[in-house]
């Protein structure tokens, strides 16, 4: 069995769609109750990542033509524009004569296609990723609540799959004021569901992710209000500011 069948997908080199479908069957395989399952899953899901760079995309399928060429109807045609129709051999091209390439083939008709809607949770991480890049939105409570009250948020039957893939940005997007922190754990339920969580992530990051909630290491980031950040690397600014903080 390949790591596309553990994953139940067709190779892909799209690492969202292999993450997806890593968390759908994450339900099936939890760590504590089937941890043989989830160590298959695991090793497949790593192995998929590692693949994905490497697969080839899809090619596109040919159109059909409207109508058959000559060559479809079993005509031959010859340079100067008859039509052989395959029954006499003696009606075979002259030596160095060739076909009209004109006459065998006609252009493909290009039919408009309808686009494909982008995956809600998709469109839900590109939101809140937008919020973060703008840094005086990413510190404004009030610029999340639209984000955090799609209704994906609440779609109980993709909570797993959304949580994975908010997990995984959270574990390179952390710079966030407590009170997000505290709206993002009314809507995952970070706090209730520790003891999972831990069995699922990093410990280090679930751990950073309490102590933003309950305050205990909060970076604050009143300052940046009055005095926004100018011609900084404000990331790396934040991130030295954190290190300071926990050697302290």
């Known amino acids: 069995m390949s790591v596309w069948d553990i994953l139940g997908i067709e190779a892909t080199g799209d690492t969202s769609a292999i993450k997806r479908a890593y968390a759908k069957k994450l339900r099936l395989h939890h760590p504590e109750d089937d941890p043989e399952g989830y160590q298959r899953l695991r090793e497949a899901y790593d192995s998929a990542l590692t693949m994905a760079p490497y697969v080839e995309p899809e090619k596109d399928e040919r159109l059909d033509f409207d109508e058959p060429s000559a060559y479809d109807r079993g005509q031959t045609a010859f340079s100067g524009g008859e ?14 004569q060739s076909p009209a390439a004109s006459d065998y083939y ?4 290009h039919h ?4 494909i809607p982008q995956d809600p949770i998709e469109q ?10 703008n840094f005086q939105a990413r510190i404004d409570p009030e610029a999340w609540e ?3 009250n799609r209704d994906i948020v609440w779609d109980v039957e993709r909570s797993g799959e959304l949580q994975y893939e908010l997990m995984d940005f959270l574990e390179d997007h952390r710079h966030l004021p407590r009170p997000v922190w505290q709206r993002l754990d009314d809507m995952l339920h970070f706090t209730e569901n520790k003891e999972d969580l831990l069995g699922e992530y990093p410990d280090s990051l679930i751990e950073y992710i309490m102590s933003q ?5 909060e970076l604050r980031y009143e300052c940046f209000k009055e005095h926004p950040a100018k011609d900084i690397d404000i990331e790396q600014y934040l991130d030295l500011r954190e290190q300071g903080d926990s050697t302290c």
């Open 106 to 109: 006609r252009e493909p008709l």
């Open 112 to 115: 408009a296609r309808e686009p």
């Open 83 to 96: 039509l052989w129709t395959g029954e006499e051999k003696d009606d075979y091209p002259a030596s160095g």
């Open 146 to 148: 639209d984000a955090l």
């Open 213 to 217: 909630i309950n305050g205990t290491s």
């Open 124 to 133: 839900f991480i590109d939101e809140i990723d937008e919020i973060y890049e």
